[in-house]
T-cell receptor, first 110, second 115 residues
Framework: GQNIDQPTEMTATEGAIVQINCTYQ??????LFWYQQHAGEAPTFLSY??LDGLEEKGRFSSFLSRSKGYSYLLLKELQMKDSASYLC???????????WGAGTKLIIKP | GAVVSQHPSWVICKSGTSVKIECRSL??????MFWYRQFPKQSLMLMAT?????????EQGVEKDKFLINHASLTLSTLTVTSAHPEDSSFYICSARSDRDDGYTFGSGTRLTVV
């Protein structure tokens, strides 16, 4: 079956670093996406990994290990505006559908 | 960058009426459109996938006669919620896959409330 796991909720302090993990078990793999979603809004694209390794984009980085079925999103220099849900999604091999994790709600405290 | 315009952003309708939600890709051709619904504090639930000019593929448990999807052109897809009931109240979001890259662009979402 298809399964994507990520923690339900995490709390971090403004200015700190936080790592949000995502593990997946899917029948086929064609890339992993991370999205940010603020309450009541649509998701916005953060990163895409299809090969193993680290992709860095400003304060956000994403890592992928295909052999372990594992990814993480690393957020540095946390700001209050980073309080949101972070969604991990794996693209399957057919029809470009994304398989979504339940999302991790990140709470930033001053 | 790629933009998908979704409207209305919110709508309140009476039980039994129908509501149409539009998603339009503004500067690219959306070869595939995905329609999601999302309940509060839950993740996205894929309802259906549509490719331009062909019938939508619905996920298990989604009533195709209730949620009518039309993808008549490469820039426009619509979702019509027919005979709406209060349990259809939800956040509906479209996502378009571009023909020019591997990205997915989301519309801004439609908050539907059925009273």
């Amino acid at each position: 079956g298809q399964n994507i796991d990520q923690p339900t909720e995490m709390t971090a302090t403004e200015g700190a670093i936080v790592q949000i993990n995502c593990t997946y078990q899917t029948s086929g793999f064609n890339g992993l996406f991370w999205y940010q979603q603020h309450a009541g809004e649509a998701p916005t694209f953060l990163s895409y990994n299809v090969l193993d390794g680290l992709e860095e984009k400003g304060r956000f980085s994403s890592f992928l290990s295909r052999s372990k079925g594992y990814s993480y999103l690393l957020l540095k220099e946390l700001q209050m505006k980073d309080s949101a849900s972070y969604l991990c999604a794996v693209r399957g091999p057919s029809n470009y559908q994304l398989i979504w994790g339940a999302g991790t709600k990140l709470i930033i405290k001053p | 960058g790629a933009v998908v315009s979704q409207h209305p952003s919110w709508v309140i309708c009476k039980s039994g009426t129908s509501v149409k939600i539009e998603c339009r890709s503004l500067d690219f051709q959306a070869t595939t459109m995905f329609w999601y619904r999302q309940f509060p504090k839950q993740s996205l639930m894929l309802m259906a996938t549509s490719n331009e000019g062909s019938k939508a593929t619905y996920e298990q448990g989604v009533e195709k006669d209730k949620f009518l999807i039309n993808h008549a052109s490469l820039t426009l897809s619509t979702l019509t919620v027919t005979s709406a009931h209060p349990e259809d109240s939800s956040f509906y979001i479209c996502s378009a896959r571009s023909d020019r890259d591997d990205g997915y662009t989301f519309g801004s979402g439609t908050r539907l409330t059925v009273v």
